[in-house]
């Protein structure tokens, strides 16, 4: 099946700073989307893109299909930002594929 | 905005018992997702269900798990015999469609449920 690897697996930045996650598939996908999951464990949808690129506030992400990866980008992060961020993919039918996600600390 | 709404957040259960974990997917949605994600580790895919069927499964997803819309609203799982390793957290996902050209989930915001 699909493989899908982020990096890092670990991040620490101080708050105001600036970072790039990015997410490797094998294959090619039909849906590709990027989660934050909170220190309650919930999962937050933050951007649905098989293709291209789309912005959200200080979040932004570009997915390049053809060549199989795709990038968040945090600007000015704040300690809110903190948790896990995962990018998750469907290759098939119906189901999501997870990478094993990239933790995220800001400190104040 | 429309979300997907899961019951219980917590549930502790003695091994052996049955639970049924109930989600309320977003009301226009047509497509049903399970997943499942145990402690530290990433989020697995169980099942999917349209139309009133499974129309797709995981090899995690046995005899054991069942799947069930009992009315209009509600989605279903149940764990017959719940086993240790069942403790995980169980995310009910739904999808307006699941075309190539769109097939975005929303995710509930999970039953942690801890088996004793």
């Known amino acids: ?108 | 905005e429309p979300e997907v709404t899961q019951t219980p957040s917590h549930q502790v259960t003695q091994m052996g018992q049955e639970v049924i974990l109930r989600c309320v997917p977003i009301s226009n949605h047509l497509y049903f997702y399970w997943y499942r994600q145990i402690l530290g580790q990433k989020v697995e895919f169980l099942v999917s269900f349209y139309n009133n069927e499974i129309s797709e499964k995981s090899e995690i997803f046995d005899d054991q798990f069942s799947v069930e819309r009992p009315d209009g609203s509600n989605f279903t799982l149940k764990i017959r015999s719940t086993k240790l390793e069942d403790s995980a957290m169980y995310f009910c996902a739904s999808s307006e469609s699941a075309t190539v050209s769109y097939n975005e989930q929303f995710f509930g915001p999970g039953t942690r449920l801890t088996v004793l």
């Open chain 1, 1 to 108: 099946g699909i493989q899908v690897e982020q990096s890092p697996p670990d991040l620490i930045l101080q708050e105001g700073a600036n970072s790039t996650l990015r997410c490797n598939f094998s294959d090619s996908v039909n849906n590709l989307q990027w989660f934050h999951q909170n220190p309650w464990g919930q999962l937050i949808n933050l951007f649905y893109i098989p293709s291209g690129t789309k912005q959200n506030g200080r979040l932004s992400a570009t997915t390049v299909a053809t060549e199989r990866y795709s990038l968040l980008y945090i600007s000015s992060s704040q300690t809110t930002d903190s948790g896990v961020y995962f990018c998750a993919v469907v290759a098939g039918f119906q189901k999501l594929v997870f990478g094993t996600g990239t933790r995220l600390l800001v400190s104040p």
